[in-house]
């Protein structure tokens, strides 16, 4: 069965320093992987997605992630944090032609100024 | 467009009270989901519906039942509401788009069980 670990339930950054929120899956079969984020007292939106092709992924807001098969890791990052990325974000796997997502435990993450 | 849209948003309980959460969307997409999110567990899927007429369990359905009555709305019911079920609640719907489903969230229902 599948499953997503993100590394660190809580990650504070300074504005302006980079951020990097770590997700590892484990799969038998490639994967397809999302980051979402979910600002306070809403619902989830999504950053970006890797499904085939580049490696290299970029979304919105400034953030990327970059798919590695061979750490099976796909780790979101941003060069410059600003106040307004504090939130919580999740990171998820689907496989094939299969609906459902399966989703990662989330990482807040907190900007200080 | 609204996307998906939830009610009620708040909403408090007594233990055995029963009630129905309401989802609708817009995006005219046949794929609906209910997820309930409890913190460091991120979101599990309780229910989901591959189109009009289908329901199918998720990893997490018992205490629930769910109804598809159209295309555009799928409803979570709780039949005797436990506190255990206290959570947040999102309904979601996705298409697919030639490659994968992507999935759109509502703004999700805060359930407290007494």
């Known amino acids: 069965a599948q499953s997503v670990t993100q590394l660190g339930s809580h990650v504070s950054v300074s504005e302006g320093a980079l951020v990097l929120l770590r997700c590892n899956y484990s799969s038998s079969v490639p994967p397809y992987l999302f980051w979402y984020v979910q600002y306070p007292n809403q619902g989830l939106q999504l950053l970006l997605k890797?499904?085939?092709?580049?490696?290299l992924v970029k979304g919105i807001n400034g953030f990327e992630a970059e798919f590695k098969k061979s750490e099976t890791s796909f780790h979101l990052t941003k060069p410059s944090a600003h106040m307004s990325d504090a939130a919580e974000y999740f990171c998820?796997?689907?496989?094939?032609?299969?609906?459902?997502?399966?989703f990662g435990s989330g990482t807040q993450l907190t900007v200080l100024p | 467009n609204a996307g998906v849209t939830q009610t009620p948003k708040f909403q408090v309980l007594k233990t055995g009270q029963s009630m129905t959460l309401q989802c609708a969307q817009d995006m005219n997409h046949n794929s609906m989901y209910w997820y309930r999110q409890d913190p460091g567990m991120g979101l599990r899927l309780i229910y989901y519906?591959?189109?009009?007429?289908?329901?199918d369990k998720g990893e997490v359905p018992n205490g629930y039942n769910v109804s598809r009555l159209n295309k555009r709305e799928f409803s979570l019911r709780l039949e005797s509401a436990a506190p255990s079920q206290t959570s947040v609640y999102f309904c979601?719907?996705?298409?697919?788009?030639?490659?994968?489903?992507?999935?759109?969230f509502g703004p999700g229902t805060r359930l407290t069980v007494t």
């Open positions: 890797y499904t085939t092709g580049a490696t």
């Open positions: 519906s591959a189109s009009e007429g289908t329901t």
């Open positions: 998820a796997v689907s496989f094939g032609s299969a609906r459902q997502l399966t």
């Open positions: 979601a719907s996705s298409e697919w788009d030639r490659v994968v489903y992507e999935q759109y």
